[in-house]
């Protein structure tokens, strides 16, 4: 029998501050800019991706060669579970860590069945951003070690990575880029919120295991899982800071 994970709840946009909702809401214009260039050529994120890239294989990563950012070592790819019924599949972004000039170190774990990437190998998985069929995010989650092979590292410092995910160039799709290095930006408290509950849910898996790595334990792929809708995300930060100023 398998443990109850803790709880998790989605940020609350009146509890940010008023600096942190500006960088917010200029993310989402970003992302909006993204979808309307794409629009204007009948395009999305994800038919953009798989662009030119053959027959849609589940599990497959698209582009075949995964996308990376050579200064800020942020890394992602596309891909799809056949028995997902909920999505149409989902986009997956790293930091790779063992790039960095001054690596952070990993979770020091107890008990590990499975070995780490480490060294120039070593990887850090941020989050996963659910598509549904019309290729729209539609969600974000964590997941175990296992599911993505990454290094673990402890939610402080994931955190600290997420802001310089950036992928700034054109390859395979300007948009596309522009669009997955904006929607870290936008959902960055969801994306804290998800990676705290991740730690949390892992320390009450050990407890509920002891002796086993849980890190490994296919039980638990899908720790956490937020559902997310851009524009009633952008509506609630507007409306929190209208709020503000009517007050002051």
């Given at each position: 029998m398998t443990?109850?994970?803790?709880?998790?709840?989605a940020p609350v946009a009146t509890a940010l501050g008023a600096g942190v909702r500006a960088a917010l809401l200029a993310a989402g214009d970003e992302i909006r800019e993204c979808y309307r260039a794409l629009e204007r050529g009948g395009l999305n994120v994800v038919g953009e991706i798989l662009r030119g890239q053959g027959e849609f294989v589940e599990y497959e990563h698209y582009p075949r060669e995964e996308v990376g950012d050579a200064d800020s070592r942020a890394q992602y790819y596309y891909h799809a579970h056949r028995d997902d019924t909920t999505e149409h599949g989902h986009f997956h972004a790293f930091?790779?860590?063992?790039?960095?000039?001054?690596?952070?170190?990993?979770?020091?774990?107890?008990?590990?069945?499975e070995a780490w990437p480490e060294g120039k190998e070593a990887i850090a998985h941020l989050v996963a951003i659910a598509m549904?069929?019309?290729?729209?995010?539609?969600?974000?989650?964590?997941?175990?070690?296992?599911?993505?092979?990454?290094?673990?590292y402890p939610a402080s410092t994931v955190k600290a990575l997420v802001p310089r995910f950036a992928i700034d160039h054109a390859n395979p799709s300007?948009?596309?880029?522009?669009?997955?290095?904006?929607?870290?930006?936008?959902?960055?408290?969801?994306?804290?919120?998800?990676?705290a509950h991740r730690d949390a849910a892992i320390e009450v898996w050990q407890q509920a295991f002891p002796g086993r790595d849980a890190f490994a334990d296919r039980r638990l792929e899908v720790i956490g899982y937020l559902p997310i809708d851009v524009e009633a995300w952008l509506a609630e930060l507007r409306a929190a800071s209208e709020l503000r100023a009517s007050i002051s």
């Open positions: 443990p109850p994970l803790p709880p998790l709840a930091i790779r860590t063992g790039l960095l000039d001054a690596p952070p170190a990993p979770y020091a774990a107890m008990h590990v069945d549904d069929d019309w290729g729209y995010p539609v969600g974000l989650f964590t997941t175990n070690r296992w599911v993505t092979g990454e290094t673990w300007w948009p596309v880029n522009r669009w997955i290095t904006a929607m870290l930006r936008l959902f960055r408290p969801h994306i804290d919120g998800l990676l």
